[in-house]
């Protein structure tokens, strides 16, 4: 029989239903309280701790990079060169009419507008005669063009696309144009593909150095190769005439800035006189000084022992100036120190030729690094760009002299930040491919080529194509 009025409570069920003392409770309050107290504080340090880390850990810039980083080419996409004639394209049919040209410059300006007046030649129908070198520049070099560049190959080359020969023919007929400077003959954009491409034929293909110079740039090339696996090539214009021609004094004592004044106003073919250094600088037109470089190369992670060929004449002020330089960066090369005497014996006093040499050398490089956008600059770039997107790194002058003068001044200090700022202001500046810059908007006229990017500085995309194109 069952008793309904009765039932019997479980032992922890009356556990559970005793009213707690209320030490229990206070116990327990003090429990909870000092167990909040505990997770807040470790919440609120963790909370501390990221506020003054950055987006990006800068402590994570200042590891080592490496070195396939600092040396490899940028992906090139599956792009390869394309210089063939199209099937448009008609061979040239030679004729009675000549054109004679005087290349003025230096050996970079002469070869690219040696290349135009090839292509100048093919749309006239008119045979080129073999171009006289500038004699009368800054170097005063009086090399003829075998002396720097291949004769025999570069007339073989462009059979099909004019005839070249000597002056000695011409006397029997006078039906001649004369050109007294060959540079910027032709514009950079918005020409016929088979006329891109026959100029990037001539450059790249036909006007091949001399076999003299050909064979010591390859020797040279071979010995930086046993110094060391890899090495830069830094083409320092840190030299008398391009100082003197963009007016920049920055770095340089009052006897020197005042000889550089002389030796613009009397070179009658500079036509701007007066020069604001300073503006000059911040505006990013001035060559980056030697210890300038040694600053960006630190910052973009390249160690103390990287093997630096130095693409230059005579650096302005000397070897105390280059110290700047050498002080962090001890394993520099010159061609002086690289090849001896009697090689470069028959070299002196031909700055053409010797330049050539540095030539050669910058275009096979691992990494080229030009302190100055001037000609040998643009000129092996192309060349790079043209041979499969080579690792060239662009300097942002302008965005580096802002970083630079923080230093100075101590706003900013050397090491992992400034380290992080210069290598992300050149992620994009590594000579990855790209088509060819054109003129700003806005600006028409005459004054839009200006602004344009030199086809020889960037031959995408005529004389470079994707895989996909035939070629």
Request: charged share 25%; proline share 5%; net charge positive.
């Amino acid at each position: 029989m069952v008793n309904r009025g009765h039932f019997r409570v479980p032992l922890s069920a009356r556990f559970l239903l005793r009213k707690p003392s209320s030490n229990a409770i206070t116990l327990y309050i003090i429990f909870i309280f000092a167990f909040s107290v505990f997770i807040f504080l470790f919440y609120a340090r963790n909370i501390v701790e990221d506020e003054q880390k950055p987006l990006i850990s800068v402590e994570s810039q200042s590891e080592k990079v490496p070195d396939e980083q600092l040396s490899d080419a940028p992906f090139s996409h599956g792009l390869h060169t394309c210089v063939k004639p199209t099937s448009k394209y008609k061979a040239s049919q030679g004729s009675n009419r000549y054109i004679t040209v005087r290349s003025n410059g230096g050996l970079n300006q002469m070869r690219t507008g040696i290349s135009d007046m090839v292509a100048v030649a093919h749309i006239m129908n008119a045979t080129l005669v073999i171009p006289q070198l500038d004699k009368r520049s800054f170097w005063q070099d009086s090399s003829v063009f075998s002396d720097i560049f291949d004769e025999f190959h570069f007339i073989e080359s462009l059979k099909g696309d004019g005839y070249y020969e000597e002056m000695t023919s011409l006397w029997n007929d006078y039906q001649v144009i004369h050109v007294p400077k060959s540079d910027s003959r032709l514009a950079n954009n918005d020409l016929p593909l088979d006329i891109q491409r026959l100029r990037c034929r001539a450059l790249y293909h036909a006007l091949r150095f001399s076999p003299p110079i050909e064979n010591l740039g390859k020797k040279l090339v071979e010995r930086l190769r046993s110094r060391g696996r890899r090495y830069i090539a830094l083409h320092l214009r840190f030299e008398k005439d391009m100082l003197a021609f963009t007016g920049c004094t920055y770095s340089l004592t009052d006897a020197e800035s005042e000889e550089l004044r002389i030796m613009r106003v009397n070179t009658n073919h500079w036509k701007v006189k007066v020069i604001d250094s300073t503006e000059q600088r911040r505006g990013g037109f001035c060559p980056l000084t030697p210890k300038e470089v040694g600053l960006f190369l630190r910052a973009l992670g390249y160690p103390p022992s990287t093997l630096i060929y130095i693409a230059a004449g005579d650096i302005y002020g000397g070897s105390t100036r280059l110290s700047e330089l050498t002080s962090h960066f001890p394993n520099l090369v010159f061609k002086e120190s690289l090849a001896s005497q009697e090689e470069l014996k028959e070299f002196t006093n031909h700055a053409s030729q010797t330049a050539a040499l540095d030539y050669i050398i910058s275009v096979e490089s691992d990494v080229f690094v030009p302190s100055y956008s001037g000609n040998m600059a643009r000129a092996v770039e192309g060349h790079r760009r043209f041979l499969g997107h080579r690792k060239t790194i662009n300097p942002d002058r302008k965005g580096l002299v802002e970083i630079f003068d923080k230093l100075e001044t101590g706003e900013l200090e050397e090491g992992s930040s400034v380290s992080y700022m210069v290598q992300q202001m050149h992620k994009n500046r590594q000579g990855a491919p790209r088509k060819r810059k054109g003129s700003l908007p806005g600006i028409k006229g005459r004054a839009r080529f200006r602004t344009e990017e030199s086809f020889y500085e960037n031959p995408y995309p005529e004389c470079i194509c994707s895989s996909r194109r035939q070629t």
